[in-house]
DNA sequence: CTGAAAGCGCTAACAC
DNA sequence: GTGTTAGCGCTTTCAG
């Protein structure tokens, strides 16, 4: 049962009785096409089935209609949520969202990248603002529209949505201190490569500062942010350090691996210790107690990521997009 | 400053003085080029910078280097992690994936397919093995590998790699038989839809038949599985059938709800109420309270997946393979 | 082993 | 409005 080639544009023209560019401009609504012929196009589209190559159509056209996401790990959740907004975002517009995942490698990062370029796609989605230079230079020559998303602290190389995440984490620490904590700790994973988790805890740290305070302790840890890891750490830092009455996760997942040690320990959350981490993932409302967070609006930030390449619009204004969100504290008190 | 054009094929040809399909023959290993000439090429592209045009090897060769990958959600961190494993098992093959979500809507899912199928990819990953026929009939006929992943429980269209989810479910009844369970209730979310969860549920209930019981009640809600739905409808299974001493969850995150319920409300885990999850997330270990679990190897599974169609090799054997995981039980006792 | 010719399926530029 | 002519950058023939 010899499968059939699949039809193409010339088959539709053919089956339509008008030539190729007809049926192309009818197609996808480009140019002008007498209503007749355009209905003539699209019912004999239908009939023979056809589905346009976008491959063909890349090739000769400048743009394909790919759009390149490079996020460092999908092993968070944080990640996946920002590419299914950006799925969401892209719906409709026939684009293809592909993605490259680094493992916060910036030697992956690059290679990654280039690897997309050489797609030509409409767009690119990148993770943060903190490329080494030579990824800076791909990015800056790419002859496509590039999103930086999550973070804001930074220069970006063109558009970019996110928000600020020195800013969030000295927003934490003023909303901690005003709830009377005065003992801090700090318990964070992979700060070596995640710069974002880096920046909260610097601007945690230089809030604290200019209430005269600092982190009496801190437990840090290299590789991924476990909810066992959270809870390891936290139960090694309270031992040492029993006095102790806020501590500041690099994030929830890390935050609830905390709050199942106090459980374990019996340490009453968040009367004696406060427990604070950062995302405000779904599972922090269930918790059996109660522990503060920020939540990120991850999916939006995809969206929008999307929607600035997705959208032609806005006038070639030379100054690039710049969408700010801020996460919301809620201290679960 | 005028960005150059890219280099192309021509370029490195002329630069290194042959012709254009000596070029393209050497950088891609393909046919015979003498020695000499194959060194010459790869001085002279690496000299000017290139990168190979995909778009244009793909619409003249046959298949491109894209790989699809439908997934019916991505704020399940199981897809996620899915999708991590296939982005490991392309690693070094030069293909990209690109996704589509399709949030477990068959419509939707026909249309992702076939958007993709556009786009001539070298294969299709594809979730479940439960599509309507239309979709099916689009699979059967695609030119490219199709592997469908996660479920066994039927008739792939060719490659399939997974487990089997009925078998899972009634592996998971014997064991909490054996550990001397005998009141069993049910909790689950968005069964309608997942059709894998739905076959672990009827596993599961046909175990419990062949040793003469059953589920004492179950509570069921469309929607995504949260941590938190889990909470509700454990409390309200329990307040109305306090006499269940183990509870079958759809899954981990449901399982975590249960187990944070029965925390606040001081219901000893798992000495009084055994409640056991699927999936084996991380975040299970940590847990203040020990639950039961099925581990499933999701990254694994992407990663065979992925390999399918990443290599051409098993000699063109008309069997497809079919790759069987079996998800590890830990009771977690 | 190497090269020349002929497209892959589509669209941008011009004519008409 | 509509058709024609050229490619996009690569690989597949098929001759040498």
Redesign the interface.
Known sequence: MA?KRRPTLSDVAAEAGVSKMTASRALRGAGDVSKTNADLVRTAAKRIGY??????A??SGKR?G?IGVVIP???N?V???V??GI?EGIEGS?M??????TNYDPDKEYEVI???????PAGLIVTGLDQPEDTLGLLR?A?VSVVQIMDLDGTPVSACVGMSHHAAGAAMAEALLAAGRTAFGYVGCGLDRDTRARKRFEGFAAALARHGTGFEATRTREGHS???A??ELTADLMAAHPGLDCIYYSND?LA??GA?HC??AGLEVPGALLLAGFNGL??V????VRIATSRTPRREIGRAAARIIVDPDRGEDPVAQRIVFSPRIDLGL
């Open positions: 499968r589905v346009g190559n976008p491959l063909a890349s090739l394909s790919l790990s999908l092993t959740i990640f996946a949520e590419l299914s799925a026939g293809q969202p592909v993605f490259g995942v280039r690897n997309m370029l050489s797609w030509n020559n002859p476990t909810t066992q959270g809870r997942d609830a691996g199942f459980i374990a779904d599972f409302e269930s918790l059996p």
